[in-house]
């Protein structure tokens, strides 16, 4: 055992197991011991995928559409990509400027490897989405954390950012609205963090994977170059598993990123980036019914948390989290971080949410509130017992 233990390569010692991940394993291992479990953990719509884009795949596979694609996607879905954008967000960009991947994670891990250097340093804002530090670590870049003040709803500044900023600076990552916080950057900040790192000639990946965001900072005059976009198709359209996603970039980082993924995944399942066709091309109602939900949870949520004596709750801006600050219960009880927090409130009081340890912050769970409005209202019940039970 030792001796396979000792086979694996070091690289995979530069990353870590997903945090996130483990949370859904330990609820489903409870709910398999006929627990009742209120699963706040999972980061997707509870919706279905809307019935014109599983026709879509459905056409695709009766009319055999099942061998292998071009690498980065199909020119038809590569034009879908650019059009939507450009109507939603003004922007112009050509299908040479378009990679499709295998969900946004998968553009994440190739633009990194794609450009950053061993040492060369890259910003990412606390709290941040679980993976960036970890392909950051693994194409041997050197993470350069920046603090968000909770008070400030978690929101990145262009002076926070600055005194970070090194010769070795290579990139930026934004994720607006964020996971875990729901903090959103609004237009006239974000046009200033996209000064600042343009005219130090530092790259700029914005993360667009929640679909409330209501601007591209890729419209602005001259962004294209230094700005570069990983959007996705699975919160937007309810496609988790199907898999799809985007980049869009100048072209030498795109064919960068495209000689990566000619020997790792090669094309994106064909059956899916024929449904992604119709989800950007077809019908955009099901966007508008899920965000009304969203918003209408997320105002029941923000309103229970803060009803819990001694819990603080920014008001997420967009996305689906929320990311209450837990402090009052720690320390006690033997709960002397977020982690025992998460454990313990899931083994006694059969809510799963994820620590914030996951995502540098060690005063803050997040809560996944694309869940119903049943569970919600009986999962918040029982964190307020448990809160209130150890404070
Ligand atoms: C901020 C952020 N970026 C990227 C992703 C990856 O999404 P995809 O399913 O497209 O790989 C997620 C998924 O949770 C996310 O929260």
Known sequence: MQAVANAIAERISLISESSTMKVAADATKLRADGVDVVDFGAGEPDFPTPDNIKQAAVRALEQNFTKYTPVGGTAELKKAVCERHQKDFGTAYQPSECLITVGAKHVIFNLTQALVNPGDEVIIPVPYWVTYKDVVNFAGGKCVFVDTDEKEGFVLTASALEPHLTSRTKLVIINSPCNPSGALIDR???????????????????????????????????????VLVAGSLSKTYAMTGWRIGFGLCPAPI???????????????????????VEALRGPQESVGIMLAEYRRRR???????????????????GAFYVYPNVSVALGKNGINDTL?????LLKEAHVALVPGEAF????????????????????????????????
């Open 360 to 391: 540098g912050t060690d005063r803050h769970v997040r809560i996944s509130y694309a869940a119903s409005m049943k569970d919600l209202e009986r999962g918040l019940e029982r964190i307020h017992q448990f809160i209130v039970a150890n404070s």
């Open 254 to 276: 795109i064919n960068a990123m495209g000689k990566l993924q000619s020997h790792s995944t090669s094309n994106p399942t064909s059956i899916a980036q024929k449904a992604a």
């Open 188 to 226: 006239a900040e974000f046009e200033k963090i996209f000064a600042l790192t343009q005219s130090r000639g530092i790259y700029l990946l914005t993360d667009e994977c929640y679909c409330q965001f209501l601007y591209a900072i890729a419209s602005l005059p001259g962004a294209k170059d230094t």
């Open 340 to 344: 025992v927090f998460a454990d313990r």
């Open 299 to 317: 105002d029941f949520v923000v309103q229970r948390l803060r009803a819990i004596p001694g819990v603080t709750c920014a008001e997420p801006r």
